[in-house]
């Protein structure tokens, strides 16, 4: 496997928590018949935000390891910051969707991470 390609199954994977994420909304959408916003539905309101922070951290993360790929970052690397986020983003998912406090900051703090270090391994290939 490249590097390229460990940054593919990484992004693959978590276009799924994405889908998943989303498909979670749309079932609330059905069960409480909402269409736009959440129509004062806490159910619905936390499907919404759940998703929604997936969406924020998961595209930065996706071209973070892309770059990281073709500036030449080797394979361990990858799947190291990869192989976190993903199981990050799936312990923020349980913990935020669960009301499971610990998978929330577990995964919070693991995003944190994993993004601070590939935005120093960005860093440091750039410049060397």
């Given at each position: 496997m490249t590097a390229l390609e460990a940054a593919g199954l990484y992004t693959g994977l978590n276009i799924l928590i994405l889908i998943v994420l989303a498909f979670r909304v749309v079932g609330q959408r059905r069960k409480t018949k909402t269409s736009i916003?959440?129509?004062?539905?806490?159910?619905?309101?936390?499907?919404?935000?759940?998703h929604a922070n997936a969406s924020e951290y998961v595209p930065v993360a996706v071209a973070a390891l892309v770059a990281l790929a073709l500036l030449g970052a080797p394979l361990w690397a990858l799947h190291a910051a990869?192989?976190?986020?993903?199981?990050?983003?799936?312990?923020?998912?349980?913990?935020?969707?669960?009301?499971?406090?610990?998978?929330?900051?577990?995964?919070?703090?693991?995003?944190?991470?994993?993004?601070?270090?590939?935005?120093?391994?960005?860093?440091?290939?750039?410049?060397?």
């Open positions: 916003g959440d129509g004062g539905h806490p159910e619905l309101a936390l499907a919404i935000r759940v990869g192989g976190a986020f993903t199981f990050a983003r799936l312990a923020h998912a349980w913990g935020f969707g669960g009301g499971v406090i610990i998978g929330r900051q577990i995964g919070t703090a693991l995003t944190w991470v994993c993004l601070l270090g590939m935005a120093g391994g960005l860093i440091y290939l750039a410049v060397t």
